[in-house]
């Protein structure tokens, strides 16, 4: 693979649309870089494949978006940083380039948590995969070992946002449903990460059903932030990403088909192109 060293958007990728609303925020605190956003959708979801398939599908898109020129990817998706981030940051990055950079969004999160818990109790709510993964408790362990983490898959929640179910009434069901059985585990939770990059949409039914002294975190302003102090303290990595203010969004299933979509994670119209990644 030959890659230019040329300035270049960062890459945003997720296995479909709910990198959005991660993305979303990072253009708010950095909206003068440009952006190429790739969602996987022909593929998706990821979060009750195999790890193998995972890393597998992961990999071909961020060498998709190196191959574009991007110095810097981030995995906006905690599916793909759960289950192939470290292997492609220890393996294949060093062979690939080791000057290019792959970033998840776990990390940020467990970054902070420490000093929102007081109960030091913390639930976590995400797909199979990252709930099997158990990268939140590992990650959360290295930086606030005291904490105590809970976690409850969710698998019906990213169904019906896609299929725009989530306003319903019966997606009532499966939340209220959810939430009551991660809060059985321990009465003592006083924080839950939405630990999914679709719960941001249904964050208003999550509060509905949650006691209101627990705090509901959400990943995009933690990332966003997380993000504008790593291109402060990484001016090599900043020097390579360009800054027009400029957004490409590609999807490797139907543009027209994401671009109808992607309005409901956006509230605003793209026009998105396809992308072959093989
Ligand atoms: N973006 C994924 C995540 O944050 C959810 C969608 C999927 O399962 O592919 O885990």
Redesign the pocket.
Known sequence: MTLSNSPAPIGIF???Y??LTIFEKIKEQLPQYDYIYLGDNAR????SRSFEVVYEYTLQCVKKLFEMGCHLVILA???ASAKALRTIQQNDLPNIDPHRRVLGIIRPTAEIIGEITKTKQVGLL??TG?VQSNSYPMEIAKLFPELKIVSHACPMW?PLIENGEHLSEGADFFIKKDIDALLAQNQGIDTIILG???YPLIINKIKRYTPKHITIISQGEIVGRSLKNYLQRHPEIDGKCSKNAHTEFLTTESADKFSASAALFLNKKINAKHINIL
């Open positions: 997720d296995s479909g709910g990198g998706a979801p990821y979060g998706c905690n599916t995400g797909t990252t990213v999914c990059t679709h």
